[in-house]
């Protein structure tokens, strides 16, 4: 099944080449009560990435936030602190704008909800990020440690 995965997030990376769509989407620097964070690493695409996913159009952005953390590591009733930044991306061709929050979690309980779409997800403190977390996940991160509100590219 990751396979498929794999080759219909590669279609879908080609699709967005040709029509370059403004998309919306939604990240978070989900925190537990020890401050360690939640990453995610999915079946379809390489790396350890912070929770989070697309809005839909209709949906407010931070209704799409709770969404995500719902099916992706089953975290519900998260409270958000603050904002942490908004971004621009330009990767997989898309024109992409991404809202990033700093989360903390009910609960310390985190699995991967949708094992088709995710291969792991865990808890990992700051300072021991696990091999292969994306450089803008790591970006983020730093950014939260800082206490700094981020902006400007992905």
Request: glycine share 10%.
């Amino acid at each position: 099944m990751a396979l498929i995965h794999r080759l219909l997030g590669k279609a879908a990376r080609l699709v967005w080449r040709v029509t370059r769509p403004r998309t919306i989407g939604v990240r978070a620097v989900l925190l537990d009560a020890n401050d360690r964070i939640a990453l995610v690493r999915h079946s379809y695409i390489d790396g350890w990435y912070l929770p989070g996913g697309g809005v839909k159009k209709g949906e407010a952005i931070v209704d799409a936030l709770h969404r995500e953390l719902v099916e992706e590591v089953a975290i519900e009733g998260a409270v958000v602190e603050r904002v942490l930044g908004v971004y621009h991306s330009r990767r997989e061709g898309k024109d992409d704008h991404v809202m990033v929050y700093v989360v903390r979690a009910g609960a310390d309980t985190l699995r991967s909800a949708d094992r088709l779409e995710l291969a792991e997800a865990g808890w990992f403190a700051p300072d021991a990020l696990p091999k292969g977390t994306t450089p803008a996940t790591r970006r983020r991160i730093e950014e939260w440690r800082s206490g700094v509100t981020g902006e400007g590219n992905w």
